[in-house]
């Protein structure tokens, strides 16, 4: 195996028997046809049924919408990302030059691919249970804050539901500087309730992004006082 990918696998805490197969998980379609798009289509799967497990086990009074609707928050395309910049995914990446040129090893969709399809290589390679046990392990930290009540609403829905349960005026979101070229900008929002005198930044690739960031920085204020 070679030395960066060594790193990798010490880092998920997996030794590949076919090396190869990690390989081919970080192996993205620009850089030819021997790629890893069908890992990423098998991670997928795998990965939806272990979190549904988890979930399915851990929640015994869930409904079924309550059940979906935090599965969707586990392993929608941002949380996948974020787990893979966790890793520094991106720098073991394998794409076309256009591809790297134009920001791919930063890119969400490629990224939450890339992590699919080392779930999909360890199946391959070891089996559903080292899967299974990576999977937890990726997950851990976002599993152990999983709360029932929020049913995977976003940050924005959690502080408007907040203050209007208060009766206090919504928030209002102010985008503070847009930075980077028009494909690759990244955006600072500020987040500010007048009535609790509290403000906050958000960043992100989108403005949406920048706001939801924005209000979860708000509510961890909140939390603290």
């Known amino acids: 195996m070679k030395l960066p990918l060594m790193k990798l696998s010490e880092l998920i805490n997996y030794q590949f028997d076919s090396p190869a197969l990690l390989e081919l998980a970080l192996t993205h379609r620009s850089a030819g046809g021997n790629n890893n798009e069908r890992l ?37 395309r941002e949380t996948l990302a974020s787990l893979a910049r966790e890793l520094d995914i991106g720098k073991y990446l394998e794409m076309g030059v256009g591809e790297q040129r134009s920001g791919g090893h930063s890119r969400d969709s490629i990224l939450a691919d890339a992590i699919e399809a080392i779930i999909a290589a360890v199946y391959l390679d070891g089996g559903i249970d080292k899967a299974h046990k990576l999977i937890l392990s990726l997950f851990d930290s976002r599993l152990q804050a999983v709360d029932l009540n929020d049913c995977g609403k976003d940050s924005k829905t959690r502080l408007q539901e907040y203050l209007q349960a208060r009766n206090l005026e919504l928030p209002e979101y102010e985008i503070l500087r847009t930075e980077g070229k028009q494909h690759h900008q990244t955006f600072t929002v500020q987040c500010n309730v007048k009535s609790l005198q509290l403000t906050s930044e958000g960043i992100g690739r989108s403005r949406r992004k920048a706001e939801q960031a924005a209000a979860a920085a708000l509510l961890e204020q909140v939390d603290a006082e």
């Open 40 to 76: 990423e289509f098998l991670g997928d799967a795998i990965l939806g049924m272990v979190i549904s497990d988890w979930l399915y086990k851990r929640f015994q009074a869930a409904s079924e919408g309550q059940l979906s609707r935090l599965r969707a928050s586990l392993v929608k």
